[in-house]
């Protein structure tokens, strides 16, 4: 596939065609208590939380609401962090592992009800590649068994999986999101409860601000504005191509596998939406260049070929940045050295839910509320 090939379909993130209105926004008198960078799926978690507990709060943003990450993604929505169970276990430790898997299941439940028809909770099937990979999810579906969580062990596969996949852990109560629309819904609810968006409203430096409590929700975007927290979230580029609709029903839920790297879904409408491959040219994809590239888009092409036995047409093709931290755990708290600043972003490619839990972290921070993972997710422990 040639350069101009992959150019000519660039029609953008499908999930941005969604026709869910963008909120009427009130235009708040004087300085608000608290401005956000970021009209995604954190900055509108915690505009949301604040202005309930009753402060005057600001979104801005460069484009729209739910245009950067929260538009671009895969449109997974899963528990637990971006590390295996048992790794997460055996790095950050037992009891804070266990938190942090039950507070995203609650999560995911507090999105639903927020979401609505943009939230489906099908569950997710994580599918291992080769013998290393079946191995190593058998370490993660025990740890899930023995601290108490859902997951179900699956030898016998579909048969169009069986040939490719090895086995898979079923994840329950995970789910699969129409990410604009959720993200818009809550930017809606928020709008309700007082919350202005500034949309097309770049902060090119945090001094052009007004409020004493500032929050940095741009996960891998936003780079220039704190150069120790550019130091320590780095961008990465996601990938990811729509087919049209199929006339086959082939994947009834979200599927991962090879740690991550690939993953697709089929949509209610048919359309099969895939995404990964960044192993195949990964230094170029730690980037904050948000454009689509040949190599990967033909990657993804033969992908969805293989897993369809044909090769369907691509309507859609997309890129997204993210953020990724160095032991894969968010950064959510105040910024070291900067009065006031306070961050929620560092996803490692989870953001669907733990930007959502994460956007409520943020604001029980700065509302003073104590909660255990505010200790984990500290800025702090990367400064």
């Known amino acids: 596939m040639d350069v101009e090939v992959a150019s000519a379909h660039m029609s953008g993130p499908y999930w941005l065609e969604d026709d869910s209105a963008v909120p009427a926004s009130t235009r708040l008198g004087g300085i608000p208590d608290v401005e956000i960078v970021g009209a995604g799926i954190t900055g509108c978690s915690a505009a949301l939380a604040l202005a309930r507990a009753g402060r005057r709060v600001r979104v801005h943003d460069a484009r729209g609401i739910a245009e950067g990450a929260?538009?671009?993604?895969?449109?997974?929505a899963l528990r637990g962090g971006a590390a295996r169970y048992d790794v997460a276990r055996e790095t950050y430790g037992g009891d804070e592992s266990r938190e942090l898997w039950r507070r995203t299941e609650a999560a995911l439940d507090e999105l639903e009800e927020a979401g609505g028809d943009a939230v489906r909770r099908v569950g997710s099937l994580r599918l291992a590649a080769d013998e290393e990979e079946l191995e190593q999810i058998r370490g993660e579906f025990a740890a899930l068994r023995e601290d108490g969580f859902e997951a179900e062990w699956l030898d016998e596969l579909p048969d169009h999986l069986s040939g490719r996949f090895l086995g898979a852990i079923h994840h329950l109560g995970d789910g699969s999101v129409?990410?604009?629309?959720?993200?818009?819904?809550?930017?809606s609810t928020a709008a309700s409860e007082g919350v202005e968006f500034r949309e097309r409203s770049r902060v090119e430096a945090l001094d052009d601000l007004e409020a004493p409590t500032v929050v940095l929700a741009t996960d891998g975007y936003g780079r220039g504005l704190v150069p120790e927290l550019d130091e320590r979230i780095w961008p990465a580029r996601g990938q990811v191509v729509a087919t049209e609709p199929l006339p086959e029903r082939l994947f009834e839920i979200p599927h991962y596998a090879r740690?991550?790297?690939?993953y697709w879904q089929q949509l209610p409408d048919g359309r099969l939406v895939a995404g990964g491959f960044r192993d195949h040219s990964i230094m170029d994809e730690l980037t904050d260049v948000e454009e689509t590239t040949p190599v990967i888009q033909s990657a993804l092409e033969s992908f969805t070929e293989d897993l369809i036995g044909r090769r369907p047409r691509i309507t859609h093709r997309w890129a997204g940045?993210?953020?990724?931290?160095?032991?894969?755990?968010p950064l959510v708290g105040p910024v070291?050295?900067?009065d006031g600043l306070w961050v929620a972003a560092g996803y490692s490619g989870h953001g669907n839910v733990l930007g959502f839990m994460s956007g409520g972290l943020v604001a029980d921070g700065i509302l003073g509320r104590e909660d255990p993972l505010l200790e984990l997710f500290d800025p702090a422990r990367l400064f």
């Open 178 to 187: 129409q990410p604009a629309r959720l993200v818009r819904r809550l930017a």
């Open 259 to 262: 740690q991550g790297f690939d």
């Open 336 to 338: 070291p050295g900067h």
């Open 70 to 76: 929260s538009g671009r993604n895969g449109g997974f």
């Open 321 to 329: 940045i993210f953020g990724l931290t160095q032991d894969f755990l």
